[in-house]
């Protein structure tokens, strides 16, 4: 059985490649992109919080919880997550990835056992698909105080369970889960493929 988690939905960043706006409620295949990340994540865990600043409209899609240092980064919106989650562990994404794989995050929910577990492709760590244990907010603190703004430079730095292509692509072959949507471009791409695979299915 999975440890309790809280699921942590990063909403940072002004989407200035996408026109600007806030990038979380920019529309795909008729639902808007934070959407698609809660609605992934959100039968995994216990609470869904959403971190960073935003329209009020951000409300309706879990808790809110504002930065604690706005302006530094996804480390400082990790501190805020961790500050206002009571579970043990913290399953961390990114606002702009509407093609997760709920089972390959629950595999990362399974083998948690205390070190966070964070995916990893051909070599790079994805930090924003990845499971935090909650005691870790002090180092991130830390970090922060001390002006290192690096979520890369934190997971460098502590026990991680890797996952990576051998066991990811058991539940993710096409390797789409942690993929970013930054640009109109892929925005337009996604949501063909979203189209043929089926058009708006939620989460499998």
């Given at each position: ?56 409209e951000l ?35 990114a606002c ?101 695979d089926g ?6």
């Amino acid at each position: 059985m999975s440890t309790p988690a809280t699921g942590l939905v990063l909403v940072g960043g002004a989407g200035r490649r996408m026109g600007g706006g806030c990038k979380a409620l920019i529309e795909l295949a008729g639902r808007s992109l934070i959407d698609w990340v809660r609605d992934a994540i959100a039968p995994l865990v216990e609470e869904v919080l959403i971190v960073g600043a935003g329209p009020q409209e951000l409300d309706r899609r879990g808790r809110r919880v504002l930065d604690q240092r706005p302006g530094l980064g996804p480390l400082a919106g990790l501190e805020a997550g961790l500050s206002a989650a009571t579970t043990p562990a913290i399953l961390t994404v990114a606002c702009d990835m509407p093609q997760l794989s709920p089972r390959l995050l629950s595999f990362q929910l399974s083998v948690f056992e205390g070190a966070s577990v964070v995916l990893r492709r051909q070599g790079r760590a994805e930090p924003l698909h990845a499971v935090y244990p909650r005691e870790l907010l002090p180092e991130i603190s830390k970090r922060l105080d001390e002006g290192d703004l690096s979520l890369r430079g934190l997971i460098e730095g502590i026990p991680v369970r890797w996952v990576d292509e051998d066991e990811a692509d058991r539940f993710d072959p096409a390797r789409h889960s942690s993929r970013n949507v930054n640009t109109r471009e892929d925005l337009e791409k996604v949501a063909l493929e979203l189209a043929k695979d089926g058009g708006n299915r939620g989460p499998r």
